[in-house]
């Protein structure tokens, strides 16, 4: 396990205190918190920002740390448009099917 730290100003330290009062808790573990769900929000807010720049889907879910799928559920969560032209399913499709059947032989 590896420690980091941080240093907070007086007010952002009497902020974290307050919360603490209320909520209970140790300070470690609400740091703790605060950074992973903040490190995610920002690898996300960076990704749907590369994904509208031009990078690919799976490119960017990779910098959002998330699989392609949930990554587009992502998106389309916050407007983005996820097809970026005509659909190819249906010439990916029938792709996979001339390949399958050239495999069994058939013409």
């Known amino acids: 396990m590896v420690t980091k730290s941080i240093r907070l100003s007086d007010a952002e330290a009497r902020e974290v205190a307050a919360y603490l ?3 209970g808790g140790t300070e470690a ?3 703790k918190e605060a950074t992973l769900r903040g490190l995610r929000e920002i690898r ?3 990704a749907v920002t590369a994904y509208i ?3 690919s889907s799976s490119e960017a879910a990779r910098i959002a740390g998330l699989p392609r799928a949930p990554f587009l559920q992502a998106l389309m969560d916050r407007g983005v448009a996820v097809l970026r032209g005509p659909s190819s399913v249906e010439a990916e ?3 996979l099917l001339a390949a399958e059947d050239a495999a069994a032989g058939d013409p």
Request: no cysteine.
């Open 93 to 95: 499709l029938d792709a």
């Open 44 to 46: 996300l807010a960076r």
């Open 53 to 55: 720049e031009g990078a």
């Open 21 to 23: 009062s209320i909520v």
């Open 29 to 31: 573990a609400l740091l």
